[in-house]
């Protein structure tokens, strides 16, 4: 089950119970996690969850290549615009 735990914290967008049910398959009760596929590590001052390793192909499957670190946002040319004017009365 821990899995399903390690796929939904890495996951961008709340993951389906259908999703969750590949995981683990069709007989398994998702309301019964136990576990935890995750170590919280202090980064940059401030905590952060890491899953384990070993927990890698369930979170790509789960997030479909879509995960939190998947690279910078896109930003429309009037969020570029207002970000370069912060920048430059920026110290």
Avoid: W
Avoid at 23 to 41: F, H, M, T, W
Avoid at 69 to 85: I, K, R
């Amino acid at each position: 089950m821990g899995r399903v735990e390690a796929a939904i914290f890495s996951a961008r967008d709340p993951a389906p119970r259908e999703t969750l049910a590949r995981l683990v398959g069709q007989g398994s009760n998702l309301n019964e996690l136990r576990g935890a596929p995750y170590d919280i590590v202090l980064v940059a001052g401030g905590g952060q969850f890491r899953t384990f390793s070993r927990f890698a192909g369930p979170i790509r499957v789960a997030a479909a290549g879509v995960l939190r670190d998947s690279g910078a946002p896109e930003l429309t040319p009037t969020e570029l615009l207002a970000l370069t004017a912060i920048a430059s009365c920026s110290p």
